[in-house]
């Protein structure tokens, strides 16, 4: 069974290691034993991954998504393998800062979040450690996963256009690239270079293209914007509804979200608009490593390996109607009428590694 504890900001900030280590014990009180019992959450002193009553044990998931799909996935981990599943869910930031302040103590099995360039910040504290498994290796295409196993790509998005047909005819649009030309003067919409997920695009771009010709169309395209970049990939797409800008740069569930939604305003933004995918596709993923300190390692692997097995993809991606990375799995209704796209085939860790230079370049060229 799953237990959720959720943390916000200045509450963990506040808290010292032992309390949080408590919080974790103490907040799955209630949970039912799973698999004959477990033990205690910590104990990294090398004793066995089961606890004192020879339960499968437990796994520990530091996880920086939460969705409503989320707790039957870890509820179906558990009746599967007998291993619980305790989780703390936080921002991304405090997750991480608290893995490093529970340092050597710290119960943290898995780090999980979402966007290449996340998971690399806990890749260069060295917080994750490699992990091979001939499964998820098998499962998991090579350019969604880090080259040497220290995370795992579990579910795919992929950034998009979208567009007004009112103001855009389908065979004006190509590529990320063309995005630059001077037909787009003042009709392009995206949020603050802020966001990881344009940091991402940028550094994939670096990658792609090299930093020279990113820079210069990181600079043709800003002075394409409509106007100064504002809010999140939501308010763009209801901008595009609008006519304040043609077309705008989105993950692709936030304009799934609405396709499905039942709210009336939404579909009122939805009904106006249309989803164009750029070929190749830029793609990111939503991912998971074992952190160094893990005290149940061999749990952490069963767990990434049940994420990436059919019924985990399923669940994992219908979550946030994400893609799922491994092949065969049946796709969301939406994301079927979408169509097929050609998903870029660069290593997603392209994106940590060029983020530095990807801010540069966007604080340059007067990106917002
Ligand atoms: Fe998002």
Not at 119 to 132: C, I, N, S, T, Y
Not at 173 to 195: H, M, Q
Not at 285 to 292: N, T
Not at 306 to 335: C, H, M
């Amino acid at each position: 069974m799953t237990c959720v504890s959720r943390i916000f900001g200045s509450v963990a900030q506040n808290l010292t290691t032992a309390m949080l280590f408590l919080a974790l014990l103490t907040g799955c009180g209630d949970a039912p034993q799973a698999g004959g019992g477990s033990g205690p959450e910590g104990g990294s002193e090398g004793g066995p991954e089961g606890g004192p009553e020879g339960g499968a044990g437990v796994v520990n998931v530091y996880s920086a998504r939460h969705y409503n799909t989320d707790n039957q996935l870890y509820a179906d981990f558990t009746a599967q393998s007998g291993v619980k599943v305790n989780v703390i869910e936080g921002k991304d930031s405090e997750l991480l800062e608290r893995i490093k302040s529970e340092g050597d103590r710290s119960p943290a099995d898995i780090f999980l979040t979402v966007d290449a360039g996340r998971l690399w910040r806990a890749e260069k504290d060295g917080l994750f450690k490699p992990v091979q498994s001939k499964r998820l290796e098998a499962e998991i295409p090579a350019n969604l996963r880090h080259p040497e196993g220290l995370w795992f790509g579990l579910s795919k998005r992929a950034r998009i256009f979208v567009y007004n047909p009112e103001q855009v005819q389908v065979q004006e649009l190509s590529t990320y690239e063309d995005l630059a030309s001077p037909k787009w003067k003042g009709r392009i919409c995206v949020r603050s270079s802020n966001s990881i997920y344009n940091q991402s695009l940028v550094a994939w771009m670096i990658e792609k293209n090299g930093a020279e010709k990113t820079e210069a169309w990181a600079k043709a395209l800003v002075d394409n914007f409509a106007r100064q970049p504002e809010g999140g990939d939501v308010p763009q797409i209801q901008a595009v509804a609008e006519g304040s800008c043609a077309l705008a740069i989105v993950n692709h569930y936030y304009f799934a979200r609405l396709l499905k939604s039942k709210d009336p305003k939404d579909q009122a933004i939805s009904s106006k608009v249309s989803a164009y995918f750029p070929q190749p596709t830029h793609v990111n993923i939503g991912g998971a490593g074992v952190l160094v300190k893990a005290p149940h390692p061999e749990n952490s692997v069963k767990f990434l390996e049940f994420l990436a097995s059919p019924t985990g993809q399923a669940f994992f991606a219908e979550g946030n109607t994400e893609y799922p990375v491994v092949k065969g799995i049946p796709l969301d209704p939406v994301l079927e009428k979408f169509g097929k796209f050609d998903a870029s085939p660069v290593n997603v860790s392209a994106y940590g590694q060029n983020n530095a230079q990807a801010i540069e370049i966007m604080n340059r060229v007067g990106w917002k």
